[in-house]
C-alpha cells in the first residue's frame, strides 16, 4: 500500500497570501496524484488531478506539479473560501490512498 | 450534470450489514466507474472500493472479506454492503464517481453529500 504524506499538517496564512502544500508518495506514482478541498460538514470537492489538470470550474489560482513521489499544490493567492482542509490522492496502485490532509486556516 | 445521493440506515448494530445505496441522476451507471470512500477522524479517508455495471469490482484488501458492492441499472443506483461491523465502521460514507469514463483507478470528481453510518447497540 502506497502512504501519501502530507506537509505540513497546519498551514496558517493571510487571505491574499500563497499557500504551498506538499505531498509526498513512499514509492513512485507517476504523476497520479490528485487534490482535493473538503469544507466542514462537506463532502472533498475535486481541484486537480494526475498532478497538474484543473478539474471542471477550479479557479486559476489553484495549480498542482511534481512527478514521482514529490507533489505541490499551490494556491497563488487565498481568498476567504479556500481556507479549508486540503487532500491528496494517488490512483497508480490497489489500493487507492489519501494523505491525512493539510489545514490551511486564516492568520 | 452528475448528482449522486447515498441512502440507507444510520444506526447499525455491532456484528450486522450496514447497507447503503447511492442513487445516481444525470448519467447513465453505465457510463463510469462507481466508488464508495469513508471517512473517520482517526483513519482520514479510506478508499473502499469501486462497482462497474458489468459486475467488474475490486475491493480494498483491509475490508475485502466483509464487501460486495453491485449495481442496478434498472434504477440507476449501486450499492454497499458490509458484513459484520464494529464500532470501528462508524464513518460518514460517501459514493463517488470517476473523472473519466472507463477508468477505474482514477479520482473522484462527483461526491454525494456523506451519509454518517454508526456502529453501536
Known amino acids: 500500500e502506497i502512504v501519501l504524506t502530507q506537509s505540513p499538517a497546519t498551514l496558517s496564512l493571510f487571505p491574499g497570501e500563497r499557500a504551498t502544500l506538499s505531498c509526498r508518495a513512499s514509492q513512485t506514482i507517476n504523476i497520479y496524484l490528485a487534490w482535493y478541498q473538503q469544507k466542514p460538514g462537506q463532502a472533498p470537492r475535486l481541484l486537480i488531478y494526475d498532478a497538474s489538470n484543473r478539474a471542471t470550474d477550479i479557479p486559476d489560482r489553484f495549480s498542482g506539479s511534481g512527478s514521482g513521489t514529490d507533489f505541490t499544490l499551490t494556491i497563488s493567492r487565498l481568498e476567504p473560501e479556500d481556507f479549508a482542509v486540503y487532500y491528496c490522492q494517488h490512483r497508480n496502485s490497489w489500493p487507492l490512498t489519501f494523505g491525512g490532509g493539510t489545514t490551511v486556516e486564516i492568520k | 450534470q452528475v448528482q449522486l445521493q447515498e441512502s440507507g440506515p444510520g444506526l447499525v448494530k455491532p456484528s450486522e450489514t450496514l447497507s447503503l445505496t447511492c442513487t445516481v441522476s444525470?448519467?447513465?451507471?453505465?457510463?463510469?466507474?462507481w466508488t464508495w470512500i469513508r471517512q473517520t477522524p482517526g483513519k482520514g479517508l479510506e478508499w473502499i472500493g469501486y462497482?462497474?455495471?458489468?459486475?467488474?469490482?475490486n475491493y480494498n484488501p483491509s475490508l475485502k472479506s466483509r464487501v460486495t458492492m453491485s449495481t442496478d441499472t434498472s434504477k440507476n443506483q449501486f450499492s454497499l454492503r458490509l458484513t459484520s461491523v464494529t464500532a470501528a465502521d462508524t464513518a460518514i460514507y460517501y459514493c463517488?464517481?470517476?473523472?473519466?469514463?472507463?477508468?477505474?483507478?482514477?479520482?473522484?470528481?462527483?461526491w454525494g453529500q456523506g451519509t454518517m453510518v454508526t456502529v453501536s447497540s
Open positions: 463517488a464517481k470517476s473523472v473519466r469514463h472507463g477508468l477505474a483507478n482514477d479520482a473522484f470528481d462527483v
Open positions: 444525470g448519467d447513465f451507471i453505465t457510463s463510469y466507474y
Open positions: 462497482i462497474y455495471y458489468t459486475g467488474n469490482s
